[in-house]
């Protein structure tokens, strides 16, 4: 037996051990946005210590940047001071800034591995749950709090307990139709929404083999939702030539030392795990979420369950969400009307996933009634698409073109559903108010099920579109 | 730092699972630099919607130690979650189990969160929907949740107690403590060398 790739990363991490019995772990690179820093530095000053190794933080805006009128100062006051704080905080600890005249400013999820900073064998954290992404490169890629955002500030570190791994094998050929995100939503309901506490998910199998980095990202990002705390896919050929070339990525002589490194950390044939599971990818068909978590969902030629359907301790949770989310048990989900399509967040606002969505766009219209809004991941994610005249399918089709940023995945900016609104969108996340309204509703499902449905005006199936 | 070995104080009954952080504190108080004020905005949009919300039922007002379901605070990593409970006036959380962030953003403020058996749960809320001004004490010497006559066990993770009841669990101290060893960890780290 060998040790999975998780095991050999932590292991080279370790400075030593707390008396609480905790592992004191190196950070190899820190990204910091608007929301979860301002405090952390303010730790510091009080404090009076200085940032660490400054050069291993990269700071970004995301949350709170309107995506349309973009003008300093914001209109939400309260946004704009958050903007100021992280420019003065950046500023004065010495950390760089992506701002908003920076083509490289993004979804800070987004920005990392564009760069080429998310790499393999690192460790990596950022004040933010998502920070599982990164995880596509092999890597221990970590969300953490505010608090530990300024012990990582001030010392590079972070106090933690090492994980399980648990291997999770999809195994066979994707359908045509059926995407990443799908794969993603498909392992929390298989695993439950709590499955994943404790773990680490290593993903394998001829699936991921077969993906791309950005559907990699796709999958890790939604680790979290699962329960795991970081997920990984092991670095390979694919993973490499992602990174060949990048702005943060080794040059020369030096990539090809790293590459080979890189490589040597993957999980071996014989590598041990705690635990491993295994799925069948022709299981796996496009699936949308009908409930509150994100493991309340349903292939999309099925109908919702009955609530009988569930363990008993789940059905009060079950007939909660049936309540908000005004659906009826046992009903088809294909056919529900939706009156907001989100096209955004960085579990599918990269550029594989605005092509996706621009080819169910293509040649249609958005139903009447409905308002759809496509959110680039990063400015250059954007530039890219308008470099393919994706803007153009888009705006054709009557979706509104945005500027980079979270925007309605989270609604910290001026983009939020209203009322009992029902949006389809490409975000993580479907909890009670979670899109801006406090009563407002979300089905989350892929970039291009998204597009159906936006053209539709109801939930459908991207299968019958795509031909 | 001070030591935490026992919160004792009234409940407050959320026997409810799967309780996500964008329903502790809804995304929009999340536009601040600080976390004064956010106790007030606790659970605001549930509470908007369930006017028989505990945290808006007088008779819990002076709750110390939150009862809650499976799962309690999952989803986003923003310690304005356990900030605006504790600042609501939380100092104790007992759960069926609890998502990683938020149990450790929870122990870096000094707040216990145990677990206990699910039925054992919900005795205690009913308990306490009974009888508002029962003391509940979460022990963590003895990992024993107590009220009235009744003593359940409880557990958390041997790290989280242990740095809890010796009055370590600000770690940035301990963390700073060790600059030398940290130096030498980036120096042997292959990427923060050249991959030499
Ligand atoms: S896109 Fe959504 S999930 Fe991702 S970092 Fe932004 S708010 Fe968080």
Redesign the pocket.
């Known amino acids: 037996m060998t040790q999975n790739l998780f095991n050999k990363v932590y292991d080279q991490h370790v400075v030593g051990q707390l008396a609480s019995g905790q592992d004191q772990i190196f950070v190899g690179r820190h990204l910091i946005h608007e929301v979860t820093s301002p405090q952390a530095f303010e730790m510091l000053r009080e404090r009076g210590l200085k940032v660490m190794f400054p050069e291993r933080t990269l700071a970004t805006v995301?949350?709170i940047i309107p995506t349309d009128d973009q003008a300093r100062p914001f209109v939400d006051l309260l946004a704009e001071q958050m903007m100021s704080a992280i420019e003065v905080n950046c500023a004065e600890f010495g950390v760089e800034l992506l701002k908003l005249d920076d083509q490289r400013q993004g979804?800070?999820?987004v920005v990392g591995p564009e760069q080429g900073l998310t790499q393999p064998g690192i460790t990596l954290v950022c004040g933010?749950s998502?920070t599982s992404t990164h995880g596509a490169f092999g890597n221990i890629s970590l969300g953490i709090g505010t608090s530990q955002v300024a012990q990582v500030l001030a010392t590079q570190t972070l106090a933690m307990k090492r994980l399980e791994v648990r291997r999770i094998e999809v195994n066979g050929t994707l359908a045509s139709g059926v995407f990443a995100k799908d794969v993603a939503l498909h392992i929390i309901r298989v695993l439950g929404v709590e499955g994943g506490v404790g773990y680490a998910y290593e993903y394998a199998g001829t699936v991921f083999d077969a993906m791309d980095m950005e559907e990699r990202m796709t999958v890790c990002n939604m680790s979290i939702e699962g329960g795991a705390r970081c997920g990984y896919v092991n670095p390979d050929e694919t993973t490499v030539e992602y990174l060949r070339g990048r702005p943060l990525s080794p040059q020369g002589e030096e990539f090809e030392r790293a590459a080979e490194w890189w490589l040597s950390l993957a999980s071996g044939p014989d590598a041990e795990f705690d635990d491993v599971i295994k799925i069948d990818a022709a299981d796996i068909e496009p699936t949308v979420t009908w409930g509150i978590n994100p493991a309340q969902s349903v292939g999309v030629s099925k109908a919702i369950p009955a609530v009988s359907e569930f363990p008993e301790h789940e059905q009060v949770g079950v007939q909660e969400a049936l309540e908000f989310m005004d659906i009826q048990a046992e009903a088809p989900i294909a056919g529900l009307k939706i009156d907001v399509a989100f096209i955004?967040?960085?579990?599918n606002s990269r550029i594989s996933d605005l092509r996706e969505a621009a080819a169910v766009a293509k040649g249609n219209q958005v139903a009447d009634g409905v308002r759809a809004l496509i959110v680039p991941g990063s400015q250059l994610v954007r530039q890219q698409a308008e470099s393919e005249g994706l803007d153009k399918v888009f705006t054709e089709a009557g979706f509104e073109w945005r500027s980079a940023g979270?925007s309605m995945?989270?609604a910290m900016n001026p983009d939020k559903l209203q009322g009992r609104e029902i949006s389809a969108s490409s975000?993580?996340?479907n909890f009670k108010g979670r899109q801006g309204s406090p009563t407002g509703r979300t089905l989350l499902m892929s970039p291009a099920m998204v597009a159906a449905a936006a053209v539709n005006g109801c939930v459908t199936d991207v299968r019958n579109m795509l031909g | 730092m001070s030591e935490v070995k026992q919160i004792t104080g009234a409940g407050v009954p959320l026997f409810l699972d799967d309780i996500d952080t964008d329903r502790i504190i809804p995304a929009r108080f999340l536009r601040c630099v600080s976390f004064d004020g956010l106790g007030e905005h606790a659970f605001e949009d549930d509470r908007k919607q369930d006017t028989n919300h505990p945290f808006d039922d007088e008779r819990f007002a002076n709750g110390k130690v939150l009862v809650s379901g499976r799962n309690f605070g999952c989803g986003?990593s923003r310690e304005h979650a356990p900030q605006s409970l504790m600042r609501w006036g939380i100092q104790a959380v007992i759960a069926e189990s609890f998502a990683e962030i938020f149990f450790g953003n929870c122990t870096g403020l000094g707040i216990p969160a145990v677990c206990a058996d699910r039925e054992e749960l919900k005795k205690l809320a009913a308990a306490i929907e009974a009888q508002p001004d029962l003391e509940v004490t979460v022990d963590l010497e003895a990992l024993q949740v107590r009220y009235g006559d009744t003593a359940i066990s409880c557990t958390t993770t041997e790290e989280a107690r242990s740095a809890l009841v010796s009055g370590q669990w600000d770690f940035l101290g301990q963390l700073l403590a060790e600059q030398p060893a940290i130096r030498s960890t980036a120096a042997s780290l292959p990427y923060l060398s050249n991959f030499a």
């Not at chain 1, 955004?344 to 579990?347: A, L, R, V």
């Open positions: 995301d949350h979804i800070v999820h933010d998502h955004g967040s960085c579990t979270c995945c989270l975000s993580n996340r | 986003s």
